[in-house]
């Protein structure tokens, strides 16, 4: 058998083995936005509980009785997810409180928390995705690098003397700078999404933050008592947010990266020898997935990689990302073999800093 020419150009890849798509400054960017938004949220829900104390009397009941309070704590709950729960230390309640609320102030709690929650996480008071919302811009990043990548990735393996010249031209005739309609639509989808997600985080946050306040209302506890437990609820709900905005904006570079590659398969190679399959790059990190590094240097199809993404939660808070290879099409052979056994040599490293071998 004809062994395929090897060439010496590389699809794009990462500086930074721990940042296979090199995305880690946008998505530094979006969790310092984040971040300021939620310290925003916090200091709010604080001055409402701190607010309740207008309405605070303490309870006649306190001569009579003692009771314990059970402060929340933060746990890891069974999704891998912050979360929090009553802790296992009872704190002597000597002091209890009454708290004259009427219906009309539960329901005005209420309303102020979904205000703040979807002005700032949303952007929307009525729950309606803005023309402009903030966290767009991020998810535009992701879906611009990867069109760029993928089309640097490919120029750089189509040499006329692999590909030939008809196929070497029309690759460097590629625009990353024009946006079709069906990327277009497809980073629309995107942003529709992200900010369901964003919008469900919301509306849980709203429940649980409501029913944290009232609760300890209820049970008599103190307004210092209140603001640390409110506290650890919207601290859930932040590591929630960083949850979905790394999901979402590896999402959008996986999936414009793939179609892209898609559309070049169809358009450019066609029926030619050759075609673009997906070469993984694992993030390589402490925390990685084992089987997540187990596909580090391996090539799959498309579809294969996307039948990863849709299954068990695979695509949650995964940095892995993959790069058009240009292979044989009948054989399956690789042009650029040395870049293979380079990236074994990386996964068996890996594999042995973790004690797996």
Known sequence: MKKIRQISAYPVIPNDAADPANQKGNLKRAQVELKKRFERINKAVKQLCRDQKQYQSVAAANSNRMSFWQPLEYFTNSKGELDTRKSDVFIANKQFYSYDISTERYDSINSFIERLLYSEILESLDGRRPQNWFYQSYLSNATQDAIRDTIQSSKNMAEPDVVGNEIAMMVRQLDADAFNPQQINALGLVYARTFNEMKGLSDDMRKSLFSTLTRGMANGLGIQQLTRDVAKRVGVGFSR???????????????????KTRQINKDIYGNSPFIQKQLWFSALAMTSRPHHVARHSEI???????????????SINCLCNQSPILVNRKTGAVVMQSLIDKMRQQKKAWRAGVGMD
């Open 241 to 259: 947010a960083q949850r979905i905005s790394r999901t979402e904006i590896m999402g959008a570079y996986r999936t414009a990266q793939r179609d």
């Open 300 to 314: 799959y199809s498309i579809q294969e990689v996307e039948e990863f993404y849709s299954e068990s939660g695979n």
